[in-house]
Nanobody, 128 residues
């Protein structure tokens, strides 16, 4: 079992920044790939960014490249999502997830069904 605890969400004006955190209970094969997803009301959950923890490789969906950065602190077992230049369309519940995906699969387009463990989510609201 891998437990994930998220924090860092809130309400911010458009153009502002937030830093989301996800603390994992352990680094195991079950959490070698970690991903941030987001879900707005009435919409399907969508992938945002991925990180393969062994070597720190990352990938992003096209619509967040240049604004979002996923990173990790291996000593703290924590995954971060730095979000800059926030837009109203970024408003959503943001979820941290973990899986046993391989390096190739992890950095490819990810689906929610690929991930075994999920955090509770943290709300990001961007004011226009």
């Amino acid at each position: 079992q891998v437990q994930l605890v998220e924090s860092g969400g809130g309400s911010v004006q458009a153009g502002g920044s937030l830093r989301l955190s996800c603390v994992a209970s352990a680094y195991t094969s079950g959490s070698r790939c970690m991903n941030w997803f987001r879900q707005a009301p009435g919409k399907e959950r969508e992938g945002v960014a991925s990180i393969y923890r062994r070597d720190g490789s990352t990938s992003y969906t096209d619509y967040v490249k240049g604004r979002f950065t996923i990173s990790q602190d291996t000593d703290k077992n924590t995954i971060y999502l730095q979000i800059n230049s926030l837009k109203p369309e970024d408003t959503a519940m943001y979820y941290c997830a973990a899986s046993e995906l391989s390096w190739i699969q992890c950095l490819a387009a990810a689906k929610p069904s690929d991930f075994t463990y999920w955090g509770q989510g943290t709300q990001v609201t961007v004011l226009s």
